[in-house]
Every structure is written in structure tokens, then in C-alpha cells.
DNA sequence: GCAACAAATGAATGACCGTTCATTCATTTC
DNA sequence: GAAATGAATGAACGGTCATTCATTTGTTGC
């Protein structure tokens, strides 16, 4: 269970003990859901007392706040490495980069997803998850539309919305990621990135091809 | 906040009550958060007194249980009574009424889904939501697949696939309400909409027109 | 109008859990 | 190697909450 079965107590610096605590409270909350998640679950997952998360983190409200936020960070800066970089050979091998990063495997985690929408489940409730995982939906979406404007105005297209294809996209990501995620069976992840794909070949006919 | 100010203590039979203590647990998941919520809230937004939950309903779980159950039941009986109906004009009418549907104000009520996303969250970790959930989604997908497939063949269109229009069909569904639910501003209600018959008129565009 | 029954109440109970802090112990400093 | 430092521990505390059940109150049958 624990990664090392230490017997002696060794001291740490402090990021180190966060990260830790960060990476077992993400495998909790997916074990365990929100509403099931306590701290001794959380530190015994760790392999630390009970004690150590009020001493890193101020209380069990930040220590989830905080892990919201490196999941939804992780997921903001790989999303902007791809849709700042000017290094693709086309618009289109950049719509492909995006699709291919939706669906590679740190992104489609089941535990990272986990904790991605059951914070998403509790957000309406709860102001402070609200502002985290909407400001992460809100700076993605502008940028999108500016890249699939981009491709619009390559294809010679004067009708499509950008605006409305990049909520389309945004919102068919989350929903084939929670389709995928609570059910794969019904929805394997193979099929769920062929849906997108078939979404974006629609779209942009002149740039993303239909099969791969 | 109760909607009888009763001074007398009424009777009522069993179903009456079961139903008035799920619609305030409606109330309450979308107010509180599945984690938030308390046997006490639910009974005093009901009007009631804190043991009648117990009597009623088993326990808070088997409370919660069926309140999930009469949400995706009723979701599930007027999107059936749309799918086997006969009495369209025309596929294109039928998939039109569907689209309504999944934007009628009875449907985009955001307490119903703010418990469908509540659970759906904690899915993951409580086989009981997730069988109550993924049943709800696969019916319907089977239909709705049968369906497309008929507007396909209308449409003398062999490459397309219908299988894989209905999964990305409902996973764009539950992403647009998602989206809306958590941040409206972001995403109106008419945009999600927008985007959706987008979604159809692209798949279907013997059936469905873009515009409305 | 009076039993007999059923519905409803809410104070009491006990389990669970987040937080605290006195104590332990590894590490560093001189 | 002794003293100082601060990371880590976990038992104890207090608050919250689901559940229980003795009691109250409305309803039904006669």
C-alpha cells in the first residue's frame, strides 16, 4: 500500500510532503468520492498520521481546494503548450495535436478524472470549485476559438461559428470523458475519441480527416 | 420556505409524503452538494419533522437512492415517449423533438440537474449511482442509435456511423448541460442549444436545417 | 364518542470525523 | 556530543449528524 515501508520517520521539506499528500488525496477522492473522503483515509494512503495534513495545508477544505487545483493545472498547461506553440507544421496538425492530447493517457487518467468532476458535481454548491473549474473552461474556450477561426478562415467558410464549434468541442470533451469514465463498457475510450474526431472531420472537412 | 404553513399536524398517505421529501432532497442536492447534504435540512425544507425521513424511506441512503431513481425516471419516460411514438411526420420532426426535449424547461431544471451531475460525480466510487445512471444512458442510447440509423438510410449515406453519432450525440448533451449548469454565463442556455442542433444539422443535414 | 390504529414528532444516543497540541524523534549547528 | 530546531505523530476533544423510539396527535371504524 505504502509506496516505502520505512520504519524510520524521515523528515521532509515541505513540497515534498504537499505533493504526497496531493497525489494520495486524488487517488482518494476516486476511490472514495467527495463525499466519502476523510483525512485518515487520505494520510493513511500516504503512509503518514493523521496529523500531517492540518500541519502542510491548513485544513481538509484547502488540502482539496489544492488538489482541484493541481489537477486542473496540469490538465491548463499541457492544453496551452499546444495552442501557444507556433511550431506546427499546419492549422490542422494542431487541431490533431489537441484531439491526440484529450485523449493520451495522463489526461484521461481515471483518477485525475475522478477528481475533475467530482469537484464538477459539487461546484454549483460550492463558489470556490465554481471559480476553479471555470476559469480553466473559460481561458481553454477563447483560445480553441481563435485556433478553429483560424482553420474556418483557411477552409474559405463563412458560415460556421467559431465561438459556438469551440463550446461544442469543450462540452463534448467533458461529456465523452464522463460518459467514458463512469461507464467504459458502454463508452471505451476508443470510441469516445473516435466521436471527437468525427466531430472535428465535420467541422473542418479540409483539414481533419475522418479515419486515422 | 414551507410551502403549507400548516399550524395542524396532517396525516398523509405513505406516497404523498415519500414524494413531498424527495422533492425538497432535489432542492436540497442542488443547494447543498451531495457532501453538504443533512436528514435535517432535507426535513425541514420539506416542513417536516427530522425522524419522518427515517420512517418513509429506510435510511438517508435508500432517501437518496430514490430521488436519483425519480429523476432519471422522469428524464427517461418523456425521451421514450418521443422515441416510440409513430405519430411523426418524419424522422427530421423526430429528431427535432428530441432536441427539444433535451432543452425543455422541465429538462434544463437545474436542480434535477444538479442531482444527475451530483451522483453522477460519485459515481465512480458507489456502484448503486452508477447502475442507477449508466441503465438511464444506455436505453436511451440504443434508441437513439436505431433512430439515426433510419436517417442515415433515408439519406442514402453509408459511410457515416450511427452507433458512434448517438454516443457523441449524449456525451455532447451531458457536456452542454454540464457546462451551462456550472457556468451560465459562459455558456447560455440558447448557445448549448445552438451547439447541439449544430451537432445534428451536421450529421443529418437532409433532416435538419442549422438555423431555426 | 370511543377505541384502535397509524402517522408524525423531536429529544436522546452513539458513531464518526476534523482539528488540536503535548510529545517524540531525526537533523542541524556549534 | 549536547543543545536547538522543527517535522511528524496520534490520543484526546468537541462538534456534527444519522438513527432510534417513547410520546403525541390525527384518523378510521363502529
Redesign the pocket.
Known amino acids: 500500500m505504502t509506496k516505502t515501508a520505512n520504519k524510520?520517520?524521515?523528515?521532509?521539506?515541505?513540497e515534498?510532503?504537499k505533493e504526497q499528500l496531493i497525489r494520495a488525496t486524488i487517488k482518494c477522492v476516486a476511490k472514495h468520492g467527495l463525499s466519502?473522503?476523510?483525512?485518515?483515509?487520505v494520510?493513511r494512503e500516504a503512509?503518514?498520521?493523521?496529523?500531517?495534513?492540518?500541519?502542510?495545508f491548513?485544513?481538509?477544505?484547502k488540502l482539496l481546494l489544492e488538489t482541484l487545483q493541481s489537477v486542473t493545472d496540469e490538465y491548463a498547461a499541457g492544453q496551452t503548450s499546444i495552442l501557444e506553440s507556433a511550431d506546427f507544421p499546419s492549422t490542422g496538425a494542431k487541431i490533431e495535436a489537441l484531439l491526440a492530447f484529450d485523449f493520451s493517457p495522463a489526461v484521461i487518467d481515471k483518477n485525475k478524472l475522478a477528481v475533475w468532476f467530482g469537484f464538477l458535481g459539487e461546484a454549483r454548491s460550492r463558489p470556490t470549485y465554481q471559480r476553479i473549474c471555470s476559469r480553466q473552461d473559460s481561458m481553454a474556450e477563447e483560445s480553441i476559438a481563435a485556433l478553429f477561426r483560424l482553420a474556418l478562415d483557411e477552409a474559405g467558410d463563412r458560415v460556421a461559428d467559431a465561438d459556438l464549434l469551440a463550446a461544442g468541442y469543450i462540452a463534448l470533451i467533458d461529456g465523452l470523458w464522463l460518459n467514458a469514465l463512469v461507464d467504459p463498457r458502454r463508452l471505451p475510450w476508443d470510441k469516445a475519441r473516435s466521436a471527437a474526431r468525427h466531430y472535428l472531420a465535420s467541422a473542418f472537412p479540409k483539414h481533419i480527416a475522418l479515419a486515422r
Do not use: D, F, W, Y
Open positions: 524510520t520517520r524521515r523528515a521532509q521539506p515541505k515534498v510532503r466519502g473522503i476523510t483525512v485518515a483515509l494520510t503512509g503518514l498520521s493523521m496529523g500531517i495534513a492540518n500541519l502542510h491548513e485544513s481538509k477544505e
